[in-house]
């Protein structure tokens, strides 16, 4: 996983826009990457793009069930020093209008799911030499938006978890840190602002940089975070968002 090493990672959310950008950066600098989604087709699809040393895996967050059998599988290839949480569900909506169905479904995905995932692996993750933990959470989680009540709830629970999380495994040299993107070219995006593309001419004009970021440019971070350059680094948010929000 950089600086010459070489280990073995599970990217969840691996065949969405940031997830595929994670895998493929992973799987550059020499990592094995397991690539869990939904989409069984797609995360195949990209394990065959990025050749032997990346494989599929079909997981819905969503399920206690498909959690058991994706982790049940990942143990059984043998060690892992990275977990990437790169799944989540979004539905934006005005809080009064929302539906607490939609609440249950964000708050499974986005926050019990990965917090299930992880105690899975956790044991093999402390057994492995400066194992990783990243969790992809949301600007809006961190700073709000309209909108985005309950997803941003869902997705701040993180924070809270990952910081816990960060205290009690530093002693196996495991770290955990949250990546917080800000707007990002692709598939979300462009659905939420589907039937509002005014929004998006505002919302470009309202970010420092004038744009919006590219998967690639929060993978980059994730990818750092996940080698061994970052030994020193835990229980962090990290915002990559173009500067719309700041500390």
Same mark, same amino acid.
């Given at each position: 996983m950089?600086?010459?090493?070489v ?13 595929? =950008?994670v895998?493929?950066?992973? $799987? !550059? *600098?020499? /990592? ?5 989604d939904? #989409? &069984?087709?797609? +995360?195949?699809?990209? =394990?065959?793009?990025?050749?032997? $040393? !990346? *494989?599929? /895996?079909h ?5 206690? #069930? &498909?959690?058991? +059998?994706?982790?049940? =599988?990942?143990?059984?290839?043998? $060690? ?10 979004a ?35 402390q057994?492995t ?49 949250v ?22 001419d ?16 929060v ?28 500390h």
């Amino acid at each position: 996983m950089g600086g010459g090493s070489v280990g073995r990672a599970l990217v969840t959310g691996g065949a969405g826009d940031i997830g595929r =950008a994670v895998a493929r950066r992973l $799987t !550059a *600098a020499g /990592c094995e990457v397991i690539i869990a989604d939904l #989409d &069984s087709d797609a +995360a195949q699809q990209l =394990a065959d793009e990025l050749g032997p $040393t !990346a *494989a599929a /895996c079909h997981l819905d967050l969503g399920d206690p #069930d &498909s959690i058991d +059998a994706a982790a049940t =599988a990942v143990l059984a290839g043998g $060690t892992l020093s990275a977990l990437v949480h790169c799944a989540g569900a979004a539905i934006v909506e005005p809080f009064l209008d929302s539906k607490p169905e939609h609440w249950d479904l964000m708050l499974r995905v986005n926050l019990r799911g990965p917090m299930l995932l992880t105690q899975r692996l956790l044991p093999t993750l402390q057994e492995t030499a400066s194992a990783r933990v990243v969790f992809v959470s949301s600007d809006g989680a961190r700073a709000g938006a309209a909108g985005e009540a309950a997803y941003a709830a869902s997705k701040s629970g993180l924070f809270g978890f990952a910081k816990s999380l960060a205290r009690e495994v530093a002693r196996h040299d495991v770290t955990v840190n949250v990546v917080c993107p800000g707007p990002i070219e692709g598939r979300m995006v462009a659905r939420t602002m589907a039937d509002h593309p005014g929004n998006l001419d505002a919302l470009q004009r309202a970010i420092p940089m004038k744009r919006l970021g590219q998967p690639e440019e929060v993978a980059a971070l994730i990818a750092w975070l996940a080698s061994p350059e970052a030994s020193y680094i835990t229980g962090q948010l990290i915002s990559v968002s173009g500067g719309i929000t700041m500390h």
